[in-house]
C-alpha cells in the first residue's frame, strides 16, 4: 500500500482492479516503487491489485496506462477478463469486498466458490456414511471461517449455515430412501406428517425445508455430528 487512507476515502474513489500473472518477487517491488511515483493510492498482493482514483474517467485511464506499463516494460501478462474499474464494493480483494456503508463482506466469488465446494463434498449420490461428510466438512469450514472472520457482514454466514443443513438433509432423505417414513417416525415426527412427506411429490431439496425433515434433523443434529457453525456474532 503506498499511503495511508481511510474507508471513507475509499468510498469517494473507483476502483480499478488488475489482475496480471505474477513474476518474480523483486518484479512486484518495481511495480510498487512505479505506482508510488506515479502518486497512485493502492493495495497489492502478489497479483492481485486495486488501485483508488478520484472517477471512473480517470480510472479508464489508470487501468490502461498500468496495464501497458505491465505487458509492455515488465513483460508480465494482464487478465483483461478479470480486470476492470469499478465502485469499490462491486470489486474484491483477496475474496473480501464492502458492503455500501463500507462495512468489511465476503466478496460474492468467494461464496460461489464456497458452495462448488460444499457441493462436492454433499452430492447426494456419495454412498459416504453422515459422520464422515461432517468430518470433511468441518475440516473444510473450520478453516474457511478462520480467513473470512476478518468480515464484518455477517448475515450471508447465518444464510450459509442454514443452506449447508439443507444439504445434509438432502443427503440422509436420499440415503434414506424407502426407510424415510420409519426413520422420520423414529426421531419423534408424528405418523401422519411422516406418512405425507415420506409420500410427498416433491424432491429432496423442497422437503429439505418442510416441518418433518427439520423437526427430524434439526441444527442440533448436525452440531452434536460436529458441524461448526459459521455465524459468529461480532462483539
Not at 488488475?18 to 511495480?31: K, S, V
Not at 478479470?82 to 468489511?104: H, I, M, N, Q, Y
Not at 456419495?126 to 470433511?136: A, D, H, L, N, T
Not at 473444510?140 to 442454514?162: H, P, V
Request: charged residues 30%; contains cysteine; glycine residues 8%.
Amino acid at each position: 500500500m503506498s499511503k495511508a487512507f481511510s474507508l471513507v476515502e475509499i468510498a469517494d474513489h473507483t476502483t480499478v482492479k488488475l489482475i496480471f500473472h505474477a513474476g518474480l518477487p523483486e518484479r512486484h517491488d518495481q511495480l510498487d516503487k512505479e505506482l508510488e511515483r506515479r502518486g497512485h493510492r493502492f493495495v497489492r498482493y502478489a497479483d492481485d491489485l486495486n488501485i483508488y482514483v478520484g472517477s471512473r474517467c480517470a480510472g479508464k485511464r489508470v487501468l490502461k496506462s498500468v496495464s501497458t506499463y505491465l505487458s509492455h516494460r515488465m513483460k508480465l501478462k494482464v487478465n483483461e477478463i478479470k480486470s476492470g474499474v469499478d465502485l469499490p464494493w462491486k470489486c474484491e480483494f483477496l475474496g473480501f469486498s464492502f458492503t455500501a456503508k463500507l462495512k468489511r463482506r465476503i466478496g460474492g466469488s468467494s461464496i460461489k466458490k464456497f458452495k462448488a465446494r460444499v457441493r462436492e463434498m454433499t452430492f447426494r449420490t456419495r454412498g459416504v456414511r453422515i459422520g464422515k461428510i461432517v468430518e470433511e466438512l468441518r475440516r473444510y469450514l473450520l478453516g474457511w471461517q478462520a480467513y473470512f472472520n476478518f468480515s464484518e457482514a455477517r448475515s450471508i454466514t447465518k444464510e450459509l449455515d442454514s443452506w449447508i443443513r439443507r444439504r445434509l438433509r438432502c443427503y440422509l432423505w436420499k440415503q434414506w430412501g424407502r426407510r424415510g417414513y420409519r426413520e422420520l417416525v423414529k426421531r419423534g415426527v408424528r405418523r401422519d406428517l411422516a406418512w405425507n412427506t415420506a409420500k410427498s411429490a416433491h424432491g429432496p431439496w423442497r422437503l429439505s425445508r418442510i416441518p418433518g425433515l427439520a423437526f427430524a434433523l434439526p441444527a442440533k443434529y448436525f452440531t452434536g455430528l460436529g458441524l461448526p457453525i459459521l455465524y459468529v456474532k461480532l462483539t
